[in-house]
């Protein structure tokens, strides 16, 4: 077989692509190969397969069998799936718990996941009202007035917290400065962790409300956060705030525990 050209990708694209091809050349039915066979599945030359499976071993994608010298998935590629995985267990684990928020409160619950920039909605359970708030799964907040944000900021240390906010990352406006509780960020923050809540009461905008705890995984580790969502106009008619944000703290605990979580309540997990 001769290597792919015409319309196919070149240089550096060119040789992802086909290292990635090398890679899906293991299935379940293959998982061993050696050079001749996933040169045959690829279509490349078994000297360019070579070459690759031997720069794959060193990375640990793959695992060489030194009797045979037949290739096989390696562990390394646990490492790249690792953040995929832990996001598909974490919203399996709380989708029922959503789904029973939403059913308690009659608001939109989601959870996020902090990626390190920003807290990302991987989940949601729209309101049954006809006004509501929402988000589309895959919204991504970075503004310091977010309870999602905020919430999981505070399980970060402060050094972290001042290089994100210091470079723009996140967002703070001249209004958080004022009343957002930025002016002594650390304190505030160390108040949410505390409470295990943090709440937007019309910070964002002035028609929303928004409560957030924090989830954490067996190990103690942050794993994202549960929040509720509502027209600010709707809590405060009907006074429901504090139950919203009890609500929400309750639901945070039981997807701990859903989790693994054994110590604590999940609030003031380090």
Request: net charge negative.
């Amino acid at each position: 077989m001769t290597e792919r050209v015409g319309t196919q990708p070149q240089g550096a694209a060119a040789s992802l692509l086909n290292g990635l091809a090398v890679l899906e050349a293991f299935t379940t039915a293959h998982p061993v190969l050696g050079v001749t066979e996933v040169s045959d599945r690829v279509g490349l030359h078994k000297s360019t397969v070579s070459r690759m499976l031997n720069g794959l071993a060193e990375a640990g994608y793959v695992q060489r069998d030194e009797g045979s010298g037949r290739f096989r998935l390696g562990l390394g590629l646990l490492g790249l799936a690792a953040p995929l995985l832990a996001e598909l267990d974490v919203r399996r684990a709380a989708l029922p718990h959503l789904e029973d928020l939403t059913a308690r409160t009659s608001e939109t619950s989601a959870i996020s996941l902090w990626n390190g920039n920003e807290a990302v909605v991987i989940e949601q359970v729209a309101s049954p009202h006809q006004v509501k708030h929402s988000a589309h799964i895959g919204t991504r907040y970075t503004r310091w007035a977010s309870s999602s944000v905020r919430i999981l900021l505070s399980t970060l240390d402060m050094r972290t917290v001042e290089q994100l906010v210091d470079s723009g990352t996140i967002e703070v406006t001249e209004q958080d400065r004022i009343d957002g509780g930025y002016a002594d960020a650390a304190a505030h923050l160390a108040m949410i962790r505390d409470a295990g809540l943090a709440v937007n009461d019309g910070q964002t905008t002035y028609e929303e409300f928004g409560v957030s705890a924090a989830i954490w995984d067996y190990r103690g580790k942050i794993a994202g956060c549960i929040t509720v969502s509502a027209p600010r106009s709707r809590v405060q008619h009907l006074g429901i705030g504090d139950e919203l944000a009890e609500a929400t703290k309750e639901t945070a605990r039981a997807v701990s525990a859903r989790l693994g979580l054994q110590h604590g309540n999940g609030d003031n997990v380090a």
